[in-house]
């Protein structure tokens, strides 16, 4: 079984910053890539960054996130970090925490973590 455990949410204001982290853990072979959804209330959950294993970590961010939000992983630990600068309001959201994982040279599956809520209001 493999778990993702994410941790880092919060309340905090317009403007500020917080770091989301999520660490991966159990029957891991690899982990191919790692990232974030979120899902604001009556929203479809959107992919908010995501990066990827090898070729120097290549990364990927929604457009909304651009410049304020950074997507970084410690392979060691199979840990991924979201760090987010410059928060609105319109970020409120619970942040999901996903990675491809194979558990044998052969199988490769989607997971997901619990989810974090994220608060940003005055």
């Known amino acids: 079984q493999v778990q993702l455990v994410e941790s880092g949410g919060g309340l905090v204001q317009p403007g500020g910053s917080l770091r989301l982290s999520c660490a991966a853990s159990?029957?891991?072979?690899?982990?191919?890539?790692m990232g974030w959804y979120r899902q604001a209330p009556g929203k479809k959950r959107e992919l908010v960054a995501v990066i990827i294993s090898g070729s120097g970590g290549s990364t990927n961010y929604a457009d909304s996130v651009k410049g304020r939000f950074t997507i970084s992983r410690d392979n060691a630990k199979n840990t991924v970090y979201l760090q987010m600068n410059s928060l609105k309001p319109e970020d409120t959201a619970v942040y999901y925490c996903?990675?491809?994982?194979?558990?044998?040279?052969?199988?490769?599956?989607?997971?997901w973590g619990q989810g974090t809520q994220v608060t940003v209001s005055s």
């Open positions: 159990g029957s891991i072979f690899s982990i191919n890539a």
């Open positions: 996903t990675a491809k994982i194979k558990t044998t040279m052969r199988s490769m599956y989607d997971y």
